[in-house]
């Protein structure tokens, strides 16, 4: 059954201080021209950082192209295997030293989207590159309602010293907008939520949340007769695909709200509240955040993210995994097996949490796929072993078919020393962005498509 009415991809809900941006429908595609190259799903692009390198003899494949071996800390994606390519060799120079003695945790956040070799300083004097995500943003941002999102697990920090003489803007921070400017992630679930339904009306937003709180009402509560009125003209797969869509929105709100209560102790009395929409667990804050992400690319709010698991040199312990030491001190394992195992283990949960993520675009549906269909979604470090701190052979992946851009399910293995500014070279191009050269490229990549 055809709807009965064209459309905008652009069409939200809307209620007292209530914007919800829609996934794309097929309500939103020329009838007549639904296969057309101008209908195509808009191409998604994110970058999701890990720190303090990997444990590579538990990453890299033995063997190269299709069928490559799944080393332990990549099974948990295996069942997304053909989705995905394995890219051995890419090299971040711009994070080694060139002179400045320390600071390689700060250099390798600093220059993973840049490819430029930070100015080495604690003060405000801070100097860097453009992100390769902001070039693009700058030429496809006007397209959606936030030209970018800067998510994590932690803040930034924009002031004083975090590595060896290096600001913590460095280590902090993957975004930058340009070399004086990064751009502060957001951590707070509750906070992201907020900003992809709110209006837009400062005053309306600020009523709507007040009574949310005070009558737990939802936020699609407030945009329900619009989305009762949309519903009315859609076909049976929209109707169906839309309810599966506000589902998913209601899930995260009641999820939030959960995290958002106090602890209560055994004697009754509230524990210190956590800073609202934060919550105590990591494994919760993380799926939350994850949740966000894809909630705006699935909606096009936004085409393209970065989002940091920890700020690079992250110390946190993890004896939830039986790794209760600090990450960073346990990346310095000096070859010993147990503190390499323990490494492994966070190594590993990280590319699970990649999982949670790539298994959720993977079950949305989006024009003749799926949402990760049409996405590039590049893990990674700009660390390769914590123990040495080389930025040769970088742990990398890329998820996604880039809307049929990319040739996936393959360990790809460039020559040795290639640029990581060669990978962004191509991407560039892929968003239709003229660029020959970007940091310190030497060419393009070949191969991925």
Same mark, same amino acid.
């Given at each position: 059954m055809m709807p009965s009415q064209q459309l905008s991809r652009r069409t939200i809900l809307r209620g007292l201080g209530t914007a919800i941006s829609l996934p794309l429908l097929e309500a939103m595609t020329p009838r007549v021209t639904i296969a057309a190259a101008g209908s195509k799903p808009p191409l998604r692009l994110a970058f999701l950082y890990v720190p303090n390198g990997k444990h590579m003899p538990h990453w890299t494949p033995d063997t190269q192209g299709a069928g490559y071996d799944v080393k332990p800390i990549l099974e948990p994606i295996t069942h997304l295997k053909e989705q995905i390519n394995v890219l051995t060799n890419l090299t971040l120079d711009g994070a080694r030293s060139h002179g400045d003695g320390g600071g390689d945790h700060a250099r390798s956040a600093a220059a993973f989207l840049t490819g430029a070799h930070p100015k080495k300083t604690q003060g405000a004097d801070i100097y860097n590159g453009v992100s390769v995500d902001q070039a693009i943003a700058q030429a496809v941002g006007g397209e959606t309602r936030f030209a970018s999102l800067e998510l994590g697990l932690e803040g930034s920090t924009q002031a004083g010293g975090c590595d060896s003489g290096y600001s913590c803007a460095y280590s902090s921070n993957l975004a930058w907008r340009n070399a004086t400017s990064p751009l502060a992630k957001e951590m707070d679930p509750s906070a992201v939520f907020d900003r992809l339904f709110s209006s837009g009306d400062s005053e309306a937003d600020l009523k709507t949340r007040g009574l949310r709180k005070d009558r737990r009402k939802s936020i699609l509560d407030f945009a329900l007769a619009d989305a009762k009125r949309l519903?009315?003209?859609?076909?049976?797969?929209?109707?169906?695909?839309?309810?599966?869509?506000?589902?998913?929105?209601?899930?995260?709100?009641?999820?939030?709200?959960?995290?958002?209560?106090?602890?209560?102790?055994?004697?009754?009395?509230?524990?210190?509240?956590?800073?609202?929409?934060?919550?105590?667990?990591?494994?919760?804050?993380?799926?939350?955040?994850?949740?966000?992400?894809?909630?705006?690319?699935?909606?096009?709010?936004?085409?393209?993210?970065?989002?940091?698991?920890?700020?690079?040199?992250? %110390? !946190?312990? /993890?004896? *939830?995994?039986? +790794?209760?030491?600090?990450?960073?001190?346990? =990346?310095?394992?000096?070859?010993?097996?147990?503190?390499?195992?323990?490494?492994?283990?966070? %190594? !590993?949960? /990280?590319? *699970?949490?990649? +999982?949670?993520?790539?298994?959720?675009?993977? =079950?949305?549906?989006?024009?003749?796929?799926?949402?990760?269909?049409?996405?590039?979604?590049?893990?990674?470090?700009?660390?390769?072993?914590?123990?040495?701190?080389?930025?040769?052979?970088?742990?990398?992946?890329?998820?996604?078919?880039?809307?049929?851009?990319?040739?996936?399910?393959?360990?790809?293995?460039f020559a040795k020393e290639t640029p990581m500014c060669n990978l962004y070279v191509w991407m560039l191009q892929q968003f239709s962005i003229r660029a020959d050269s970007f940091g310190d490229s030497t060419g393009m990549v070949s191969g991925l498509s």
């Open positions: 519903q009315g003209s859609l076909g049976a797969a929209d109707r169906r695909k839309l309810d599966e869509y506000l589902y998913a929105v209601r899930d995260i709100e009641n999820r939030l709200v959960r995290s958002e209560k106090l602890q209560i102790g055994d004697d009754g009395i509230p524990n210190i509240k956590r800073p609202a929409g934060v919550p105590r667990e990591l494994d919760e804050h993380c799926k939350l955040m994850l949740d966000m992400l894809a909630l705006a690319l699935q909606t096009d709010s936004t085409r393209v993210a970065t989002f940091m698991f920890a700020n690079e040199g992250n %110390n !946190r312990g /993890y004896p *939830e995994l039986g +790794a209760p030491e600090g990450h960073h001190d346990l =990346s310095h394992h000096g070859k010993s097996q147990e503190k390499q195992k323990k490494v492994a283990k966070i %190594n !590993r949960y /990280y590319v *699970e949490k990649l +999982a949670y993520l790539l298994d959720s675009l993977a =079950s949305i549906r989006e024009g003749e796929g799926t949402l990760l269909d049409h996405c590039m979604i590049v893990y990674g470090s700009g660390i390769s072993d914590g123990d040495r701190h080389n930025h040769d052979n970088l742990p990398i992946l890329m998820a996604g078919g880039a809307g049929g851009r990319v040739r996936s399910g393959r360990h790809i293995v």
